[in-house]
């Protein structure tokens, strides 16, 4: 029997993990070792998704913690090591481009450990974006490369990675998203609203503060993150300014990324966003919860990627407010559209006339990306 550590570091790489465990429950010839990094640690952005999707505890917990891209890759390759050495797996399987995915690349790459990227080849060709580097590192030292979409093929061929070493295999994101979208829908949406006077409120029991947004499925979702756009003081102030004139129209929620919501406070901002009583901030929220709320929705407006991928499955359109995607197979051919923020509201406008971007899903986008991983690793390495 191989051995294989799969490696889970940050709230989007628990959606690409949890299929391949469920597909590996029972494997005769591949025993799983989860190693979770703790590049996360926060419940709401890493506990809950192990209880929500069904996996089990992690066989080993780094417990690295937050820190600089420096200080946290350090730690990472440090720990990992030690578990590399004492596991003494025949591959280790990463994901997606977090701090978690490069650095455990690193140490199995430099022990001579067969590694396994999923999710290669994207590409934003942005390298301000600390994802691209960790894209780039990850790619140049894997050994196997799974891929989401054939723009993701193209790269690597371009880059020089052997042919034989591409597969194009599908999309994990959506293996958890076809496998819980129904009992997402049927999970109530309880929330903590951050209310207007900069505190926690209770949790509410209701759906959310706009129930008959709700209930007609008249409201939008915000997620928004990267450094370009909030650790920006002036780019920030002109998105909340931006989404608080579009909640005079419509009902945003916004289920706030803690590095957004800090620089909110940092900024001065939330005095602004007091004065629109239509935008709702609210902490973040599980995945079941979170793709409740989403397919529900009118649109979403964003700068995350995972979501591109999740609303082009659900066929919602979907504004990305950045220069470039490294999903652009969501723009070709699903509901995504790369925009400017000074377009943001005529985009918005758009949608509520009824002339939103609708799309179709991608090859092998199916939910059975999973399977074809395990008999992947069964057929090459045993």
């Known amino acids: ?31 799983p070792v989860l190693v979770h990094t703790g590049q996360h640690y926060d419940v709401k952005m890493s506990g809950q998704f192990f209880e929500e999707l069904n996996i089990p505890a992690p066989d080993i ?12 890759t ?40 067969t590694t396994i990227h999923y999710e290669a080849g994207l590409r934003s060709r942005d390298r301000t974006m600390p994802e691209e580097i960790n894209r780039l590192v990850t790619d140049a030292i894997s050994d196997v490369f799974i891929t989401t979409s054939v723009d993701a ?10 042919a034989e070493k591409i597969h194009m295999l599908g999309n994990l994101m959506i293996d958890s998203l076809a496998a819980n979208i129904e009992k997402a829908q049927k999970t109530p949406l309880t929330f903590t609203l951050l209310n207007r006077n900069n ?12 129930e008959e947004g709700l209930a007609k499925g008249r409201y939008g979702v915000l997620t928004f993150h990267r450094p370009g756009n ?10 909340v300014e931006i989404w608080g004139k579009i909640s005079e129209k419509i009902p945003l929620v916004f289920p706030v990324h803690p590095r957004t919501y800090k620089n909110i406070q940092n900024f001065g901002l939330q005095s602004l966003i007091n004065g629109y009583p239509q935008l709702y901030f609210i ?25 591109q991928e999740e609303t082009t499955y659900m066929n919602i359109p979907c504004l990305t407010v950045r220069p470039n995607t490294e999903r652009p197979v969501t723009i070709w051919e699903g509901s995504n ?11 918005i406008q758009l949608i509520l006339d009824g002339k939103g971007k609708r799309g179709t899903v991608p090859r092998y986008w199916d939910g059975k990306t999973a399977q074809r991983i395990i008999e992947l690793i069964e057929k090459g390495y045993n």
């Open 337 to 347: 559209k790369l925009i400017k923020m000074e377009d943001i509201s005529d985009e």
């Open 1 to 31: 029997m191989k051995k294989l550590i799969l490696v889970a570091g940050a709230r989007p790489n628990f959606m690409k993990i949890a299929p391949l465990m469920h597909a590996l429950k029972n494997n005769d010839k591949i025993k």
């Open 230 to 239: 909030v650790d920006n003081k002036e780019a920030l102030s002109n998105l």
């Open 283 to 307: 902490e973040p929220l599980g995945y079941l919860q979170f793709i409740h709320l989403v397919s529900k929705s009118m649109f979403a407006l964003t700068d995350s990627g995972g979501i």
């Open 61 to 72: 917990n780094l417990e690295v913690g937050s820190a600089s891209h420096a200080v946290q």
């Open 153 to 162: 093929d193209e790269n690597l061929l371009k880059e020089g990675v052997d």
């Open 199 to 210: 505190s926690i409120s209770v949790e509410s029991s209701k759906p959310l503060p706009c």
């Open 74 to 113: 350090a730690r990472i390759m440090e720990s990992f090591e030690k578990v590399c050495i004492d596991e003494n797996p025949d591959f280790v399987l990463v994901v997606g481009d977090v701090n978690s995915t490069a650095a455990c690349t690193l140490v199995a790459s430099k022990l001579g450990i």
